[in-house]
């Protein structure tokens, strides 16, 4: 069948459900990505490597919309051929290649890795790919692993998960840090130009480059995060056995990123731009979210302390007041981001 998306045209296989037994991959749920992605690569120049293309809808997208060249890759011959259509259908032309992305020998301004599941087979290569002073945007949809499942994430992440009310949050962040581990191994740093979590998958897009310097600020970013069931939570590079708060074992979750997910001036070009109410509402609040790791789920904690809830921007004013930043977040429509101790915001409610 033939879907319109974006300025582009394609054909897809029909399919009745989502799944990676599909004749050739296909997800109209990453639309709002692919539209964001294509807005943020525009603000950049040269070559990008659609690693794993499928139809090869993102890398035909970006030629079309973000003004790039694009080479295609797919290990699946099907896909390769719908790839060669679909660019002919738009006018686009460009290297396909037809193999496992990490026997690709090539090398690429900006590679974007989008597979179906955890990336971190990927990351090896793609930073070997990705040339110094380069992006690399890596999709991650096994957000199970991410978030709370312990073994799956320490044999795809090297991580150790934890279950807390803010897990969307915690799962980008263990991303960020497994992907900047890779990346030091060759020599490469970091930069965040936004992370975040929509649906099913999470999102990273990053600056890289070769600096020794940044390495090590990059590292000062990798804490031990710590979690109590009574809602305390805090990330340092100390070790605690026991929470401050209510004086339990503490649980923890380690290496994470602690860093910025975002770049406010990067953003406010973007919010320039001409873009759809939906995405702007959804970079709106990402815009607007203070940079303090985690949130707190109001309804939980009402839960868990038995008081009456209160609207949110209530809450969040009443914290402004008192002297705390605070915001709202797009990691959970119930999530306030703050600095604010744990005491301090139970006598918002109390």
Known sequence: MIISEGKIRIEVPEFQK??????VFYNPEMRMDRDLSSLILSFFKGVVL???SATGVRGIRYVKESGLDSIFNDINPEAVKLIEKNCEMNGVRGEIHNRDFNLLDLRADIVDIDPFGSPSRYLTSAFRIVKPEGVLCVTATDTQALCVSKKACIRKYSAIPLKTDFFRELGVRILISSILREGMKQDYSVDVILAYAHKHYMRVFLRVKKSLTAMEKNIEDLSIVYY???GYRTYSKELIQRCPFCGRKISFSVPVW?????NDSFLDRIMKRDISSDLRKKMTIIK????TPFYYDIHKLAKLYKFDLKKIDSVIDDLREIGFKASRTHFSQTGIKTDADLSSLLKIFV
């Open 18 to 23: 989502i799944t990676s037994k599909n004749r």
């Open 288 to 291: 607007n979210e203070i940079d």
């Open 50 to 52: 659609d690693g794993l």
């Open 228 to 230: 109590c069931g009574c």
């Open 258 to 262: 602690t860093g910025k997910i975002k």
